[in-house]
């Protein structure tokens, strides 16, 4: 329990030491340009605040979670022979329900592109 809450401290501690130090020492600017919006070198015109559809979260979401699903069985693939029948069974329990989330996903239309 000490260790975990010396590991807590620390943290807080170099986070804390981290940030202050970046306000130190960073340069500091009260130039009124430093608040405008800015895209590629060249002013904007119009409003910039932007509303996306919330179907390009999604499809974002879907893609980063299967993508790291994936990254979970790449280690397990390499070694198979030696981790035996139980994890085998463990290995295709995971999969199985991340086909069902892709179905739930399927289902909900959440993977068509409008």
């Known amino acids: 329990m000490e260790a975990l809450i010396t590991f807590f401290l620390a943290g807080i501690v170099m986070v804390g030491g981290g940030m202050l130090a970046s306000w130190l020492l960073s340069p500091k600017s ?14 904007t015109k119009g ?15 879907l893609f980063l ?27 295709l329990i995971f999969i199985l329900v991340l086909g069902l989330g892709l179905l739930y996903a399927w289902k909900k239309k959440a993977l068509r592109w409008e």
Do not use: R
């Open 30 to 43: 009260s130039n009124p340009q430093k608040g405008e919006a800015y895209e590629c070198g060249v002013p």
């Open 47 to 61: 409003p910039t605040h932007v509303q996306f559809k919330v179907g390009y979260y999604l499809f974002a979401i």
């Open 65 to 91: 979670i299967f993508d790291v699903e994936i990254i979970f069985l790449v280690p397990w693939a390499v070694v198979m022979k030696k981790i035996g029948l139980l994890a085998f069974a463990e290995a």
